[in-house]
């Protein structure tokens, strides 16, 4: 695996080393000894699905609040979408930064999301699979959001024309509404 350290501290793309031959590829995308030299956890409790039938869905910008904070490593199964990350830690020189990149399943890319952070997404086409690994049990009592349209953020979504959203992720406040998470 090869890990590129990404302009937010703490968080990572990922890039899996295929070993090819007739019958296609294998590739490792979690070792916990690998993720350790990058002073990652590799202990993930709680594996989960997302299917999004139409392209433009947008999900996020969310994060679960302390006790609850998880890491999580995301990658796309079928289809495509533009990833989002949003740094809301209290002591981060980039609270209130956000980095996007483009997960799919020719690249098999997968982002690494550390603690203290907000994610969505944006599928870029129909019947898109995302996965989801995380370090904590979901917890509906710690679940947050942020606004996936705050100005004060300028997410550059890369589908304007077209949103399908939750009503759920459509109220969720302004980063200015949102206490820096500890």
């Not at 392209?55 to 533009?82: D, F, N, S």
């Not at 981060?92 to 994610?119: D, R």
């Not at 699979?129 to 349209?149: H, L, N, P, W």
């Amino acid at each position: 695996m090869i890990f590129h350290p990404l302009p937010l501290s703490g968080a990572f793309l990922i890039e899996p080393e295929p070993i090819r031959d007739q019958r296609g590829f294998f590739a490792r995308t979690v070792c916990r000894e690998e993720f350790a030299l990058h002073g990652l956890n590799a202990e993930f409790v709680q594996q989960s699905l997302s299917w999004n039938e139409y392209r433009g869905t947008l999900r996020g910008m969310h994060y679960q609040k302390a006790p609850h904070e998880e890491e999580k490593l995301v990658t796309v199964i079928r289809g495509a979408i533009y990833d989002v990350i949003l740094d809301l830690r209290a002591d981060s020189s980039t609270f209130g930064c956000w980095y996007g990149v483009e997960l799919n399943e020719e690249n098999n890319k997968l982002l690494y999301i550390p603690k203290g952070f907000a994610h969505g997404f944006q599928t870029l086409c129909d019947n898109t699979k995302i996965s989801y690994q995380m370090t904590e049990r979901y917890q509906a009592d710690y679940a947050c959001g942020v606004s996936c349209f705050d100005p004060e953020l300028a997410i550059a979504w890369p589908i304007l024309d077209l949103f399908v959203m939750s009503n759920s992720d459509e109220k969720l406040p302004p980063i200015s509404n949102i206490k820096k998470v500890e």
